[in-house]
């Protein structure tokens, strides 16, 4: 069964719907205007309900099937942020505000299971609830957490939950998904050498923070190469690096460096921040300076659930012909929040040949969305069918 024929009438509209987000992205949780008109439009559609401010700014639209023998109630979830980068795409419907951009194609994940809330909203086709998640601040404002920490699946009674995201390198509309870990662990840290400054003509009489320092980035190197299982998958990576003094002839006071570890596993969690305290305050105390060290557990890792990842692979098949095997991925994606809560399962959909999501020169394809669209009302109907 290829996409679903409604869907194909539905494109320009939906098309359009994605146009208009472009042009107004909206970063973090200031999704004001798109959770004002993604409550509106699924008012207009005749949800059963629609529900704003849950995780500060997200929307959640509840549509009954025709009956509800089964009682069952599935979450679908779209992300709605963009990006503060400055848009250089030239298109005619390009970001109107100044350092936004919707450069992960979070539009099209939003005009998508709009498209999708209407179809659903105007059959009924299924015997159960469907709820339409739209979640603000995926990237990096952890949304997806906001919203279950606001007790949303409990709420609406969700009993598992669906995902999708865009992915630019894989042919237009065709499906790829994996069971287990997934996406990636986003842990930060945070880590500052307190040494003693001076006069960079008399280093005798000065700790040097910035020789401690570098030793400490080294040293950071070794986590991956000589401590984690060489199978395991891992990445430490000092995004930041600050001195206190900018001169040319002063020796820092301090430095303050910054990082990310992206793990697949709660063990290679625990061993990075294990590690990253151990080699930073042994290093810093061998030269007499001091290291203060914060690591910050940030997403989790998004793990697919195995019988809800053959179910929305057996769907793409239905939809596109082919689901392929996702390879890994050392990105994060905060609906891994939601997976912890709930089993469900989180798929890629391909964006063609486009620029990666996170560069200027990035667009969401709009030929993609019937088939998004279709895997959704698909997803739906195949696990509550009409009875
Ligand atoms: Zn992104
Ligand atoms: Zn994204």
Sequence with gaps: MPVKNRFAELLPEITAW??????????????????????????AFGCDEVVTGIGRTGVVG????????????????????????????GLDYASKTDGAMHACGHDGHTAMLLGAAQYLSETRNFDGTVVVIFQPAEEGGGGGREMCNDGMMERF???????????????????AIRSGPFFAATDLFDIVIEGKGGHAAKPQETVDSTVVAAQVVTALQTIASRNA??????VVSVT???TSSKAFNVIPQRVHMKGTVRTMSNENRDLAEERITA??????????????????RNYPVMANHEEQTAFAAEVARAVSGDCEEAPLVMGGEDFAFMLEERPGAYILVGNGDTASVHHPEYNFS??????????????????????
């Design 366 to 387: 709009d030929e993609a969305i019937p088939a998004g669209c279709s895997w959704w009302a698909e997803i739906v109907e195949r696990r509550m069918p009409a009875a």
């Design 229 to 234: 299982d060489p199978v395991s998958q891992i």
């Design 279 to 296: 080699l930073s305050q042994s290093i810093a105390q061998a030269y007499g300076a001091t290291a203060t060290v914060d690591y910050i």
């Design 18 to 43: 994605r146009r208009d987000l472009h042009e107004h992205p909206e970063i973090l949780f200031d999704t004001h205007r798109t959770s004002a008109v993604v409550a509106e439009k699924l008012t």
């Design 62 to 89: 509840v549509i009954k099937g025709k009956s509800d023998t089964s009682g069952k109630v599935i979450g679908l979830r779209a992300d709605m942020d963009a990006l503060p980068i400055h848009e250089q795409t």
């Design 240 to 242: 930041s690096f600050e």
């Design 157 to 175: 009674g969700i009993q598992e939950v669906y995902g999708m995201h865009n992915w630019p390198g894989r042919p237009l509309g065709s499906f």
